[in-house]
């Protein structure tokens, strides 16, 4: 357990909604990630963080924001939801270069 | 770019039997790389590592083996048992920032 917790697990929301999901951890990780997974993708780099107000994007950053105002806490919005973003979303944290991901959050765009 | 490739599943197997999941990449420098495991409604964990060529890792009966060679990491169980069925995932991570480019996942389905 990396002490990791993402809210909401499960969430149905209508396109042009905002969302925003939330990861918490609890044990001071410097670098946390924001992952997609989707059916024959695998998982792909949304966005990342390296400290307080310090992120960048990463592989498929179009149509997401993320913000870091607390080291324990990265937030993933969704300014406008769209169907193709309904995926399951893995927060990740790095701890001694290895990275050790959330439960994950389901979110259906409908 | 980094990039992996995993072999396409299902991947079906009884129970006892071997299992080898085959994993290529393709990197500048010097990648660590990843094993890591998703069962059913879960996240991913992470099953096992290597971080130079020629390391093993090894964890609850899987092992895979950092071939720079080859540029393989192929996942390799003796005897797989039903409780192993899942969804494998072969990783990679460069030398900055630990992000990790991932393949498609192979799923594994055991039976009695």
């Known amino acids: 357990d990396a002490g990791i917790t993402q809210s909401p697990r499960h969430k149905v929301t209508e396109t042009g909604t905002p969302v925003t999901l939330r990861c918490h951890q609890t044990?001071?990780?410097?670098?946390m990630y924001w992952y997609r997974q989707d059916p024959g993708h695998g998982l792909r780099l949304i966005h990342y963080?390296?400290?307080?107000?310090?992120?960048d994007k990463g592989e498929v950053s179009d149509g997401y924001s993320v913000s870091r105002s607390k080291t324990e806490d990265f937030l993933l919005t969704l300014e406008s939801a769209t169907s193709s973003q309904t995926s399951v979303y893995f927060c990740?944290?790095?701890?001694?270069?290895?990275?050790?991901f959330g439960e994950g959050s389901w979110l259906t765009v409908v | 770019g980094n990039s992996v490739t995993q072999m396409e599943g299902p991947v079906t197997l009884s129970e006892e039997a071997f299992l080898t999941i085959n994993c290529t990449y393709t990197?500048?420098?010097?990648?660590?790389l990843f094993w890591y495991v998703q069962y059913p409604g879960e996240g991913l964990q992470l099953l096992l590592k290597?971080?130079?060529?020629?390391d093993k890792g090894s964890n609850k009966g899987f092992e895979a083996t950092y071939r720079k060679e080859t540029t393989s990491f192929h996942l390799e169980k003796g005897s797989v048992q039903v409780s192993d069925s899942a969804v494998y995932f072969c990783?990679?991570?460069?030398?900055?920032?630990?992000?990790?480019?991932f393949g498609t996942g192979t799923r594994l389905q055991v039976t009695l």
């Open positions: 990740a944290i790095d701890s001694g270069n290895t990275i050790y």
């Open positions: 044990e001071n990780h410097r670098y």
């Open positions: 963080s390296y400290g307080v107000k310090d992120t």
């Open positions: 990197a500048t420098g010097y990648p660590s």
């Open positions: 290597a971080t130079k060529a020629d």
């Open positions: 990783a990679l991570a460069g030398s900055t920032a630990s992000k990790l480019t």
